[in-house]
């Protein structure tokens, strides 16, 4: 029909308009097929139940009279009450997650593309936490706490509190402090048929050690968390999309999105792998481990950091060596995951365990992911948003060359997959393998000491060095002067 309709259009007008209806036609013929796709919510509700002012109260002592849900015990929340999911979760020790948006009546969102949106005054974001009592079977999933994070008016400031339901899932009471409890989770791989999982309940104190006011507070609610399809029940759309649609931005954001920064899923193994370990990071770690962040948190796990910016690779870690070499332990070491306190700390069940709140369960997902991601590390690597990822394969002349010690050889990769790196003397001989494995797209770099693989220097004379990659092999020529 569209295209019946132009048609006529442009027999009607005569060639004069013609160029400039095709010029047209492609961007309403697009717009028009972006807006025959349904949306994940068709309108939306005003919030008019879970309401919370900190200026004049304190949340409900019940969850049940907070008004967040309109069936307590099956937790089907109030109108108004928008749900949404996250590109990269949290690690909550195996838990399932549910999460919604209540702002106030119709109130709107300030969108930001790369920054911090801005809530209005008394938001409040929920999450919902479950765990399957039966392990593999989700029809043994019963909740076990529910969390608020609340905004203060018109302040920057945000609080949190944790509500702990009862054993049958009916209520949930206020806590004033942190608690911990055990839960029996039947497994048939465990020893005796039963897991006895220690679970924490954060205090409002605890809430502010991640929701930092250097992290924005709030963590997930942000555009490259949000960006990606999330089930709404019948239809799965943008999250995006669907929001901008039903109003709950100030400003229309349009549908696409394809500049917008988003995070890979970890759990996605189609994505590359480092992309997916940097989202694990941002995550799991970034609300410390970033400027203005803990004190000593002292690199930057932000998905945006460039990893040769990040102070981890090649760096000794400042606490925490967990090596039985520790002159040799580093934040990173790049093809040594064992010598990795990023990962050493994750599998760390002491004091020096990251995450070092609420977890006492291992991330086996995540920590394998670490592990692979380190374990292909070669050099320091760069991990590339979409829009600076290099056109074409390329290798620099190596600097300084001529060179007494040490030179660094720079390359480029347009897309991820196997590189080698190698130096030749003129007899076409291997003296050195600097690079073997799998990388990103993006700008890389590798230190050539001036020895062979056998960790003896080589003498002064021409060298070789050829860059091979999915996409061909670039040969050249360098200087050592002893």
Same mark, same amino acid.
């Given at each position: 029909?569209?295209?019946?309709?132009?048609? +006529?259009?442009?027999?009607s007008?005569?060639?004069?308009?013609? #160029?400039?209806?095709l010029?047209v036609?492609?961007?309403?013929?697009t717009?028009?097929?972006a807006?025959?796709?349904p949306?994940?919510?068709e309108?939306?509700?005003? =919030?008019t139940?879970?309401l919370i002012?900190l200026?004049q &109260?304190?949340?409900?002592?019940?969850?049940?009279?907070?008004?967040?849900?309109r069936?307590?015990?099956?937790?089907i929340?109030a109108p108004?009450?928008?749900?949404?999911?996250?590109?990269?979760e949290?690690w909550?020790d195996?838990?399932?997650?549910?999460?919604?948006f209540?702002?106030?009546g119709?109130?709107?969102?300030?969108f930001?593309?790369?920054?911090?949106w801005?809530?209005p005054?008394?938001?409040v974001?929920?999450?919902?936490?479950?765990?399957?009592?039966v392990?593999?079977?989700? #029809?043994s999933?019963q909740?076990?706490?529910t969390r608020l994070?609340v905004?203060m008016g018109?302040?920057?400031?945000?609080?949190g509190f +944790?509500y702990q339901?009862?054993?049958?899932?009916?209520?949930?009471h206020l806590?004033?402090?942190?608690d911990?409890?055990?839960?029996?989770i039947v497994d048939?791989?465990?020893?005796?048929?039963i897991?006895r999982q220690?679970y924490?309940f954060?205090?409002p104190?605890?809430c502010s050690?991640c929701?930092?006011?250097?992290?924005?507070?709030?963590?997930?609610?942000r555009?490259?968390?949000l =960006?990606g399809?999330?089930?709404?029940?019948?239809?799965?759309?943008?999250?995006l999309?669907t929001? &901008?649609?039903i109003?709950?931005?100030?400003?229309d954001?349009?549908?696409d999105y394809s500049?917008?920064?988003r995070w890979a =899923?970890?759990?996605?193994?189609?994505a590359?792998?480092? =992309?997916? #370990?940097r989202a694990?990071?941002a995550?799991n770690?970034s609300?410390?481990?970033r400027?203005g962040?803990?004190?000593?948190g002292d690199?930057?796990a932000?998905?945006e950091?460039p990893?040769d910016q990040m102070?981890?690779?090649?760096?000794s870690?400042?606490?925490g060596r967990?090596d039985?070499?520790p002159?040799n332990?580093r934040?990173? &070491?790049?093809?040594? #995951?064992?010598?990795?306190?990023?990962?050493?700390?994750?599998l760390n069940f002491s004091s020096?365990?990251m995450?070092?709140l609420?977890?006492s369960?291992?991330?086996e997902d995540?920590?394998?992911l670490?592990?692979?991601?380190i374990?292909?590390?070669?050099?320091?690597?760069?991990?590339?948003?979409e829009?600076?990822i290099?056109?074409e394969?390329?290798?620099?002349?190596?600097?300084? &060359?001529p060179f007494?010690t040490?030179?660094?050889?720079?390359y480029r990769?347009?897309?991820?997959?196997?590189?080698?790196?190698?130096i030749?003397?003129?007899?076409g001989q291997?003296?050195?393998?600097?690079i073997?494995?799998d990388?990103?797209?993006?700008?890389h770099?590798a230190?050539w000491?001036?020895r062979g693989?056998?960790?003896?220097s080589?003498?002064?004379?021409?060298?070789f060095?050829r860059l091979h990659s999915s996409?061909g092999?670039?040969?050249r020529?360098?200087l050592?002067?002893r």
């Open positions: 029909m569209i295209h019946q309709f132009f048609l +006529s259009r442009i027999l007008l005569g060639y004069i308009k013609l #160029a400039i209806i010029s036609m492609p961007v309403l013929i717009k028009a097929i807006q025959s796709r949306y994940g919510l309108a939306r509700v005003p =919030n139940s879970l002012n200026a &109260n304190t949340p409900a002592a019940t969850i049940s009279a907070t008004g967040l849900f069936d307590t015990a099956k937790q929340v108004g009450i928008i749900p949404y999911g996250v590109n990269s949290l909550s195996g838990t399932e997650k549910t999460r919604f209540a702002l106030p119709n109130a709107q969102v300030g930001s593309r790369d920054g911090n801005h809530f005054p008394n938001s974001l929920v999450k919902n936490f479950y765990f399957n009592f392990k593999g079977e989700p #029809a999933r909740i076990v706490e994070l905004k018109e302040t920057d400031t945000w609080k +944790s339901w009862n054993d049958d899932a009916t209520d949930a806590l004033r402090e942190s911990r409890r055990t839960f029996f048939a791989d465990a020893p005796d048929g897991v220690r924490f954060p205090g104190e605890d050690l929701h930092r006011e250097a992290s924005g507070r709030v963590l997930g609610g555009t490259p968390q =960006n399809e999330y089930n709404y029940g019948a239809i799965s759309d943008n999250q999309r929001l &901008n649609h109003g709950f931005f100030t400003a954001i349009g549908e500049q917008f920064p =899923n970890p759990r996605d193994e189609s590359p792998m480092a =992309n997916r #370990a694990y990071l995550a770690c609300h410390c481990h400027p962040g803990v004190e000593r690199f930057d932000r998905y950091t990893l102070r981890t690779v090649g760096i870690p400042s606490l967990l039985t070499e002159e332990a934040i990173i &070491n790049p093809g040594k #995951a064992d010598q990795s306190t990023l990962l050493l700390r994750t020096f365990r995450p070092p609420a977890s369960v291992l991330d995540g920590t394998s670490l592990r692979k991601w374990d292909r590390m070669s050099t320091s690597t760069s991990i590339a948003n829009s600076s290099p056109e394969f390329d290798l620099a002349q190596n600097y300084p &060359n007494n040490t030179t660094a050889i720079q990769l347009a897309e991820e997959g196997p590189v080698e790196l190698t030749f003397d003129l007899l291997r003296v050195r393998q600097l073997s494995g990388h990103v797209a993006g700008s770099q230190i000491d001036g693989d056998n960790g003896i080589v003498a002064s004379g021409v060298y060095y996409d092999g670039i040969t020529r360098m050592l002067l």
